[in-house]
């Protein structure tokens, strides 16, 4: 009786045992860590050997107080700690997925199967699984995070279909206001007699609002001509000083008739800059135009021009109606206007401040707007590298201001022993810009790829960086990025010039983004290149 008794409660152990054995041999070679803990104390009690390869631990640190607790992920501590202590009273199986910390730093998501081994006085054991499903996270956030960028990007397209499409609708709107004034009134002088005031006023009428259509298609063109690459400037040594006043005057009238005053605070010898006189006007001038059409009547609108270390600054500030925070970084986008709704106030395509925007970096320039808020006024600032010698008395005449560009010659800026690297993967391209850059007078370097830029980078020490964007392997985003992270001593702030045929304003704004100064859409022109790397570098 004893041995069939001994046999009998030594067999269910035996299978108990070997059961267990064939457990730990399967979860050994799954990234599963077994384990049980003492319900009184918290404290583990087994850990399975697994821990060491999937969390980095010494088996022998599960066993210290609350080690658990203090390298779980500092977000996941107090709501897993609270929910395991709430579910443990409560039910008899439960799971949960949080992350713990690894050793080397490493964060790891674990599933945990739970079973509750309880007496009359509570729970007393718990046991179960930590399953590695760190992968799947992954997956899971990398799907995430590629919908939302979906989601974004279509985003995008649809708020870039609309901008387009109210665009189009702005356009018409403007386009057929002068047209039916200019109609109508030529039709009415036909067909019918007037006295001398009416016909004053009628012709008046008809020819402001030929202006106005001149100026609408011009800056239509103008826009077709920064997309695609073929807007270009005239290059001269320019007095500022006369053209801002050239500027002035033409908005006077309507300031005058909207009873604004324009008040103008001009720094004697602000130097020279090198550019186009005419588009340099055109900026001031739109920049004046704005604000005396955004001021109301009677306000007030500042002219500034000085200079700040080696640039010269124009600001033009108003008492206007002022830009919105939300709206402040959109103002120099192309088609982009805060009110788009049929019942504005303000007339205009929404393209003004962008022909802006791009003709002062074709300067090599800068230009940024401030707003205290909606009805508080707005600031432009435009910012214009100067010429770094002062033109001698006697050379003065052959400055250009505003329309006496007839006679002088194109300047032609210095590029004698400038460095420059450029970075393009066609050859054709890499010899066009070797030689226009050379006939300047600067050092050329040209490298196929951004892996050979970056080695012409250290042994070139080039003065500034001209780059393509499209290029295989690694484009010219990846090359900036990488320029920007060395040090300055090797390099890291050198000015950069992207040269791309990506011409869009995303094309822009991710160029800049990226580390560039500039972007200058293909094809260039020649004078325009040497001006910006002249402007970039001081050279001019």
Not at 511 to 532: C, D, I, R, T, Y
């Amino acid at each position: 009786t004893v041995t069939m008794s001994y046999n009998h409660t030594t067999r269910p152990s035996a299978a108990l045992k070997q059961s267990e054995k064939r457990l730990k041999t399967l979860t050994a070679k799954a990234r599963v860590i077994p384990w049980e803990v003492n319900a009184t104390t918290g404290n583990f009690t087994y850990v399975g050997p697994q821990t060491v390869e999937i969390l980095g631990y010494p088996l022998s640190d599960w066993y210290t107080d609350d080690f658990w607790a203090k390298h779980m992920h500092p977000e996941d501590r107090e709501w897993a700690i609270e929910y395991c202590l709430e579910s443990s009273f409560s039910l008899n199986n439960y799971e949960f997925e949080y992350r713990m910390l690894a050793a080397d730093g490493r964060v790891v998501w674990l599933y945990d199967i739970v079973n509750v081994v309880r007496d009359e006085n509570g729970p007393q054991l718990l046991h179960g699984f930590m399953i590695d499903i760190t992968d799947r996270k992954q997956a899971e956030q990398e799907r995430e995070q590629l919908l939302e960028r979906e989601q974004a990007a279509r985003a995008d397209a649809e708020a870039a279909n609309r901008i387009k499409d109210e665009f189009l609708a702005t356009l018409s709107h403007e386009l057929r206001t002068p047209l039916n004034a200019i109609l109508g009134w030529t039709q009415l002088l036909r067909n019918r007699r007037f006295d001398e005031t009416t016909t004053s006023r009628a012709l008046e009428t008809i020819e402001r609002n030929t202006r106005s259509l001149a100026q609408l298609i011009e800056d239509v063109l103008d826009v077709s001509r920064i997309i695609r690459g073929t807007l270009h400037l005239n290059i001269h040594r320019v007095k500022l000083a006369p053209l801002v006043e050239a500027a002035i005057d033409t908005v006077y009238p309507a300031a005058r008739a909207k009873e604004i005053s324009i008040n103008c605070k001009f720094e004697p010898e602000v130097g020279v800059v090198v550019g186009d006189a005419n588009r340099l006007q055109q900026v001031v001038w739109n920049l004046l135009s704005n604000a005396v059409k955004f001021t109301p009547k009677g306000g007030r609108v500042d002219v500034q021009l000085e200079r700040i270390e080696s640039c010269v600054q124009i600001r033009v500030s108003d008492t206007g109606v002022g830009i919105a925070a939300e709206f402040l970084s959109h103002v120099f986008e192309r088609f982009r206007q805060e009110d788009s709704s049929i019942t504005r106030s303000h007339g205009g395509l929404g393209l003004g401040l962008a022909i802006v925007r791009h003709l002062v970096e074709l300067h090599g320039g800068t230009v940024s707007a401030e707003s205290p808020g909606i009805g508080l006024g707005a600031t432009f600032i435009v910012n214009l590298p100067m010429k770094a010698v002062y033109v001698e008395t006697n050379t003065a005449e052959q400055l250009s201001s505003v329309g006496d560009t007839q006679g002088v010659n194109n300047y032609l800026p210095n590029l004698d022993g400038l460095r420059v690297l450029i970075v393009d993967d066609e050859a054709d391209a890499r010899h066009l810009l070797t030689t226009i850059l050379g006939q300047y007078g600067a050092q050329v370097m040209a490298a196929p790829s951004a892996s050979d830029a970056l080695l012409a980078l250290q042994e070139f020490r080039p003065h500034i960086l001209v780059s393509d964007i499209g290029m295989p392997q690694e484009d010219g985003y990846t090359l900036i990025r990488q320029v920007r992270a060395l040090p300055t001593d090797q390099g890291g702030r050198i000015p950069a010039v992207a040269l791309t045929a990506y011409a869009r304003a995303e094309d822009r704004t991710q160029a800049l983004l990226a580390g560039f100064q500039l972007h200058v859409p293909k094809p260039v022109n020649s004078a325009e290149l040497a001006a910006v790397v002249a402007n970039l570098t001081g050279r001019t």
